[in-house]
């Protein structure tokens, strides 16, 4: 049997004490359709309160997901929330979770960019427009560099990653035809050989 991990960007952004029932859902799922994933690019200056907005982010919006099916274990920040739902965790949830894997597929399509939100007491994030970057026609930030940290990063974390495949990457745009109906494409086409040549950087970092 192949057993997967295949990680597809969120729809939308969920704050951290929506999600009690997670490991339920992970249990739950087949084994080649596991969790999401997203890369986070962070907004403004380096300061302590950006640090932990990315921080919070990583771990609501990806650690808690792929901690368990690469590590055994929920991040302790996520099971020491207030509210968490640690009550639907059953014995031999975190054996099943973290079944060994033939390979870990990535879907990336962009980063979401992170601001530090203080005033929010629930949340200390914000989502913010990508400035500073290309957009697509769907108004989604065009940032490949963004997909070869996320690669890197989770080789340092997961010491025991299995092989990683880039299973979906992809823009929306608004190509206009050329003479004779063909399109031209040429902006998927720039953003697939950026995000090609963010892999083969990823690589090369090891």
Known sequence: ELRTGRLNPPDRLKRPDERPAEPVRLRDHDPA???SFDAAHRL???SRAERVAAAVFA???NRQFADPILRGRYPAAILDM???GTDVIQDGDLALISAPLDYYGISFAHPTVVAAAPGNTAI???LEPGTGMPMSSAGW?????ALTRLLTEMDRRYPNLPPVYV???GGAFDDEPAEGGAPRDLHRIAYLDGHL????????AG
Request: charged residues 15%; aromatic residues 4%; without cysteine.
């Open 59 to 61: 771990r609501s919006q």
């Open 197 to 204: 040549a963010a892999i083969a950087a990823a690589n090369t």
């Open 124 to 126: 200390p994030f914000s």
């Open 44 to 46: 403004g200056d380096e």
């Open 167 to 169: 299973t979906g990457s």
């Open 141 to 145: 930030p065009i940032h490949p560099e």
């Open 33 to 35: 359709r596991l969790t």
């Open 82 to 84: 207030p509210g968490a």
